[in-house]
């Protein structure tokens, strides 16, 4: 018989001494045996479903840690390859010994450490040597870029439970030069042109979206080739999140333009495919067969190779020397390695008192006795301008300049630089002191800097800069370049102020059928039609009437930030700034659009303030915009072009630790 004392407590109330009891009391013994086995089953049952539970979440514990130093793991892998610039130069046993020397996630307070059976729980490994070509994986498939393999990998272990975890990620790192895509947006993309706008080139965007046009379909935004953004991709507006309107298309793998609006009316936010649908990522992916790819398809940032903490303007900005003792918390080595300044073969500098100041990339000081030897055209001979007529059009008549058939001024005394009278700009309701360099004189009478310097000493890169007046500070230095129609090199121009480019620029003529490859890089950039005149520059803008111009270049410049529900910033469709009358005209760009920084120093609005009046502020919107990508960029680059670099997962995967290598 059963001793009371090992009952279950729910039967221990039956008497088993009563022999009143009969078959009775032996059937309710029976079935009270039967009911106890139940509900000690039961109790098992919620005891070992605790502990799957627990098991479980510890589980998911290790693997967010694990995570989390996986993440450590890449963050580190990037900010060595923004030094280390998937140089070929350097030795796979140099790298992996720089690799090891990375030290492990910092250790979390609780149970998980990252320590494996042997004691080691992180390693990042090089899988191979740096390579040259047509990405075949990844997010941008098809471009021509550099790339190596890496291996991130990091174990979690509970010095408690015991629970192991390990997680491997293989990942490829990217360079590109950011003329690889015909438009890249460091931050916010905003497209909503008035017009038909078609966007060849690829597009990449590091932050968010914001695509539309006017209600109606009265004209389309197209995408003829990927687009990629870290952030989201919206059919609306930035500043005014109501409105959603226009018909934007991305074409398909089999390059079939194909709606972002899937139905009904243009005007309700519901009926366009974005990152606002639900499971949008799979949708896109049906729809577009990769074609659009955003941060839910773990597109990354591209970047360039500058100090985490530095703005990307730090590129265009003047250099910073190394400290001769102690340190200098405005130096960092990896940014000043990457700014136009220090790459450039020739630095123009007008200082103060309007003196020319000319050094090259050895910092030598240029003179006439030095590099131009006899040549009179030296860097200190400054233009004088050849009039014709003058402009009586208000108070305070100012003489016209005469120019050329194709644009480029005529010159009574031939000289390379010029410091010349003011101008205003009418979007930054601003004087201007420009600094004007013409380029036809200067690649002409100095072909040092496109024969002499090899590549790596600034070959064909200019690096121009203007300090304030002292005798007339309120006026804004700038540089304005001029008579670069035809373009003998190859070139880059690069300057922490404001750009103006004043007429036709890098145009094919004669027996040259192709542009050459060219870029400026500029706080922001200016176009003015071949028949600007700086007398006209304070005038109604009907007076300032532009002619179709052409421009062939890669530009990088600045923009304004767009205000959530306030001022719109002009988007991408007026990254081009003007400041003349272009109604019924066309501007011709042929190249790429680059936008890394906001301006530091011009931040006027687009469409003007309520201080100008209408017509000052029309400008703003040429006729025809006739623009394109160069595919010349697939391939080639303008002289010391910026490389952007990211990291690409190509498998995320969980091992044991016996595979692991740990």
């Not at 004209?219 to 507006?237: E, P, Q, S």
């Not at 960092?332 to 103060?352: D, G, H, P, Q, V």
């Not at 008549?397 to 009574?412: F, I, K, P, V």
């Not at 303030?609 to 391939?635: L, M």
Request: charged share 15%; proline share 6%; glycine share 8%.
């Amino acid at each position: 018989m059963t001793h009371p004392s090992a009952i279950p407590p729910a039967c221990r109330s039956l008497s088993l001494a009563s022999p009143r009891a009969g078959g009775a009391t032996i059937t309710m013994l029976i079935l009270a045996l039967i009911a106890c086995t139940v509900v000690g089953s039961l109790l098992n049952l919620s005891a070992n479903d605790i502990r799957l539970t627990r098991m479980a979440l510890d589980q998911q514990k290790a693997l967010v840690v694990a995570e989390a130093g996986l993440d450590y793991g890449v963050m580190r892998l990037r900010d060595l390859i923004k030094v280390y610039r998937l140089n070929p130069a350097v030795a796979l046993s140099d790298l992996q010994d720089s690799l090891s020397l990375i030290p492990a996630p910092p250790t979390l307070p609780g149970p998980y450490v990252y320590a494996s059976p042997t004691g080691t729980a992180f390693m990042i490994t090089v899988d191979g040597p740096v390579m040259n070509g047509t990405l075949t994986n990844g997010n941008h498939v098809g471009q021509n870029a550099t790339y190596q393999p890496f291996t991130v990998t990091c174990g979690v272990s509970n010095t408690v439970t015991g629970t192991k975890v390990v997680l491997r990620q293989r990942l490829q790192a990217i360079s590109l030069y950011v003329v690889r895509f015909g438009v890249f947006y460091q931050n916010t993309l905003e497209i909503q042109p008035g017009s038909t706008m078609d966007m060849r080139g690829a597009v990449h965007c590091n932050g968010t979206m914001y695509l539309g046009g006017p209600a109606g379909g009265s004209a389309t935004l197209t995408f003829y080739d990927k687009v990629t953004c870290a952030g989201n991709v919206f059919c609306r507006r930035l500043d005014n999140a109501q409105s959603t309107a226009g018909t934007p298309r991305i074409c398909n793998a089999a390059t079939n333009p194909v709606n972002m609006l899937t139905s009904g009316s243009d005007t309700v936010q519901a009926n366009y495919l974005d990152s606002a649908t639900t499971n949008f990522a799979a949708l896109a992916l049906l729809r577009w067969q990769g074609q659009i790819l955003t941060g839910a398809h773990g597109v990354a940032q591209l970047t360039p190779p500058i100090d985490p903490l530095a703005t990307p303007h730090a590129i265009i900005e003047r250099s910073i020397p190394p400290p001769a003792t102690g340190t200098n918390p405005l130096y960092n080595a990896t940014t000043e390695a990457a700014k136009f300044s220090n790459l450039a073969a020739l630095r123009i500098r007008i200082n103060s008192n309007n003196t020319v100041s000319v050094t090259d990339f050895f910092s030598n000081t240029i003179t006439r006795s030095s590099i131009l030897g006899t040549n009179s055209l030296a860097f200190t001979n400054l233009v004088t301008l050849k009039t014709n007529g003058t402009y009586a059009g208000y108070s305070g008549c100012t003489n016209l300049y005469q120019r050329e058939a194709d644009g480029d001024y005529a010159m009574s005394k031939t000289g390379m630089i010029g410091v010349g009278a003011a101008f205003y700009d009418a979007r930054e309701m601003t004087n201007m002191a420009p600094v004007d360099i013409y380029l036809d004189q200067l690649l002409l009478n100095f072909p040092d800097l496109y024969q002499t310097y090899t590549t790596d000493q600034g070959q064909s890169t200019i690096y121009i800069t203007r300090d304030k007046s002292t005798t007339d500070p309120d006026k804004q230095p700038c540089v304005r370049l001029r008579n670069g129609a035809n373009l003998l090199t190859a070139l880059t121009i690069a300057s922490d102020l404001p750009v103006y480019i004043d007429g036709n620029f890098n145009v094919p003529s004669g027996t040259n059928t192709t542009a050459q490859p060219a870029c400026v890089a500029a706080d922001v950039i200016t176009m003015l039609s071949s028949v600007w005149q700086d007398a006209k520059s304070t005038t109604d803008s009907s007076i300032r009437d532009a002619v179709n111009t052409t421009y062939n270049l890669v530009i990088m410049s600045g923009n304004n930030n767009t205000v959530a529900g306030g001022q719109y910033n002009g988007g991408l469709e007026n990254e081009l700034r003007f400041l003349e009358d272009w109604s019924s005209k066309t501007v011709t760009f042929r190249g790429s659009i680059i936008n890394l920084w906001n301006g530091q120093i011009a931040k006027g609005n687009w469409g003007g303030s309520n201080s100008r009046t209408p017509a000052e502020f029309i400008y703003g919107v040429p006729g025809t915009r006739d623009w394109g990508y160069d595919p010349i960029y697939k391939y080639a680059n303008p002289p010391c072009m910026t490389k952007v670099f990211g990291m690409e997962e190509v498998l995320w995967e969980r091992v044991d630790w016996k595979s692991s290598g740990l």
